[in-house]
């Protein structure tokens, strides 16, 4: 029976450990991807986290491109561009299946900039 970890979202340890293989396979293609694709040349794309189903099939990507900036093209360019993207993360892996991944935005840097702002009000400096 496996055990899911406490305070991690009910994920195994198995789900985090492929998400991380996967997460740091995606960063070291997504470096290179702008010489594949026109439209990404000059974004560099940060991979935050990859958050993988229970069957380990199906990878949900968190990606943010440096500086916030065409957040919304890059996830459509990356997902329009995800079975090339996953063909050379079969190259890298060596998994027992490869999984379909599916692009989303990272909230991350919006919840850091959030939090930034409210440690900057006045009534918070103050309890400080």
Do not use: C
């Not at 010489?35 to 990878?59: H, Q, W």
């Not at 943010?64 to 996953?86: A, K």
């Amino acid at each position: 029976m496996v055990k899911s970890t406490k305070g991690l979202g009910g994920l195994t340890q198995r789900q985090l450990r492929v998400g991380e293989l996967v997460r740091r396979g995606l960063a070291e293609i997504l470096f290179q991807w702008d010489s594949y694709d026109e439209n990404m040349a000059g974004v560099s794309i940060t991979v935050g986290e990859v958050r993988m189903s229970p069957d380990l099939k199906k990878a949900t990507v968190f990606v943010s491109p440096l500086g916030g900036q065409f957040m919304e093209e890059t996830v459509t360019v990356l997902n329009e561009n995800r079975r090339e993207i996953r063909q050379q993360l079969n190259k890298k892996l060596t998994l027992k299946f490869s999984p379909s991944l599916h692009f989303v935005p990272d909230p991350l840097y919006d919840q850091m900039d959030n939090t930034r702002r409210l440690f900057n009000l006045e009534e918070v400096k103050r309890d400080l």
